[in-house]
């Protein structure tokens, strides 16, 4: 499997743009999540689903910050309008609910989001 | 509610020297524990991980972990550290009864000097 997905791996956008991320999750994993890197405040975890479903989204922000996972092999990530304190490396992880494996997220290589 | 403590921000170490990295949690029941590396630009990379059993961890890359109860403790371990070793680490928790997310450390950044 070529791993999680992430794309696009840079994005730069002005104050007031609409930011979608995109994520495709490793083939049969049946939890997604998405978190936000920043220098301040390390890694934290925005939102996470199980089976498509949205389980906790405690961490988002604020309503700028959507999510939404229509299938098992795709997930979005949208700001809007974007402001420069989201500037951030956004990152995707999966993970299997069961297995040899579970309880290991994997993640993408992340989308540095620079919003000017 | 979970926490993880990394107290340090940077560990030096030169090569072929054992090398420590520390990290303490707190968890309401019995935890899961993991450790990533992340290098320059990329995601993080699972390490190892403890959910039962021997209180010592081996995972990938000659790393190892020993879990300590009494003392919440979790560190990451090994013998002989390479340059390539440098990179930042992460300590990560969830609670085996509470939500699927990964509460995670500050990082600590381990420099390997040659």
């Known amino acids: 499997d070529a791993g999680v997905i992430q794309s696009p791996r840079h994005e730069v956008t002005e104050m007031g743009q609409e930011v979608t991320l995109r994520c495709k999750p490793i083939s049969g994993h049946d939890y997604l999540f998405w978190y936000r890197q920043t220098m301040m405040r390390g890694l934290e975890l925005l939102i996470y689903f199980n089976n498509n479903v949205p389980i906790d989204d405690s961490g988002m922000p604020e309503d700028r910050f959507s999510a939404k996972m229509p299938n098992a092999s795709f997930s979005t990530l949208k700001i809007q309008p974007s402001e420069p304190r989201d500037s951030a490396v956004y990152f995707c992880a999966s993970s299997l609910a069961g297995g040899f494996t579970k309880n290991i997220q994997y993640f993408g290589a992340g989308t540095r989001l620079s919003v000017l | 509610a979970q926490s993880v403590a990394q107290p340090e921000d940077q560990v030096n170490v030169a090569e072929g020297n054992p090398l420590t990295v520390k990290c303490t949690y707190s968890?309401?029941?019995?935890?899961?524990l993991f450790w990533y590396v992340q290098y320059p630009n990329r995601g993080l990379q699972f390490l190892l991980k403890y959910i039962t059993g021997d209180n010592l961890v081996k995972g990938s890359y000659g790393f190892e972990a020993e879990f300590n109860k009494s003392q919440t403790s979790f560190h990451l371990k090994k013998p002989s550290a390479l340059v390539s070793d440098s990179a930042l680490y992460f300590c990560a928790v969830r609670d085996i009864t509470g939500r699927r997310a990964l509460t995670f450390g500050s990082g600590t950044r381990l420099q390997v000097q040659p």
């Open positions: 968890v309401s029941g019995n935890p899961y």
